[in-house]
């Protein structure tokens, strides 16, 4: 009888760790399906998101987004309602086109945009470099922390269903105009040429 107990005292030990085992592997095999789910589930909804963007349904539409900078500093990086658009050198811009600002197929008085945006106030300032040429990281750090961040809300003006554009324009005195014009400025009838003739002022009143 001891000999008995024995052996099935045993058997229920080696069943139960049994048991164990195939109680992790499912939760094991669970959660590697519930990952692999999530990670799938996020990239749908991101490839959703670009398509919403760049290929915009019946209720909103889509517009590339470029910037024209009418100051001596440096727009290092901007956004217009959340679409981002490339570096403007001073006095410059226009050559470069990000894909794509959002706004209502339906235009009216109440649309307006966000932008934000940073400014380098000094972009010809001397960066210290090392003795290869490569700009020294503090040097770099010292210099970045003389940006200035902005944020403007800024009226729409009035476009047709057809949007060629989101130009963005800065001003001096952090200034911002948006302008929705299919005309490029060379054109006779570009709308903001007057943008293009403002002329820098030493200081600003606000700031």
């Not at 669970?30 to 209720?59: D, H, Q, Y």
């Not at 901007?78 to 894909?99: K, T």
């Not at 490569?134 to 770099?140: R, V, Y």
């Not at 989101?166 to 911002?176: E, G, I, M, S, Y």
Request: charged residues 20%; positive net charge.
């Amino acid at each position: 009888m001891l000999i008995l107990d024995v052996v099935f005292k045993r058997m229920r030990l080696s069943a139960g760790s049994k048991r164990k085992n195939v109680v992790q592997g499912i939760c094991s095999k669970t959660k590697k399906f519930s990952a692999k789910m999530i990670w799938r589930s996020l990239v749908v909804a991101c490839s959703m998101l670009a398509v919403v963007a760049c290929n915009a349904g019946p209720e909103v539409v889509s517009a590339p987004v470029t910037g024209y900078n009418h100051t001596s500093a440096q727009i290092t990086r901007f956004s217009i309602n959340g679409a981002g658009g490339p570096s403007i050198p001073p006095n410059s811009g226009g050559g470069a086109e990000v894909c794509c600002g959002v706004l209502p197929v339906q235009w009216n008085p109440k649309v307006r945009a966000v932008i934000e945006w940073e400014k380098d106030p000094n972009p010809d300032g001397p960066i210290e470099r090392d003795q290869y040429g490569q700009i020294k990281k503090e040097a770099l750090a010292r210099h970045r922390a003389g940006y200035s961040h902005h944020t403007e809300t800024v009226e729409i003006p009035k476009y047709a269903e057809k949007l060629c554009a989101l130009q963005v324009h800065f001003l001096p005195c952090d200034q911002v105009k948006v302008s929705t014009t299919c005309f490029a400025p060379s054109h006779p009838n570009y709308p903001d040429k007057a943008y293009f003739k403002v002329k820098e002022p030493a200081t600003c009143s606000n700031h």
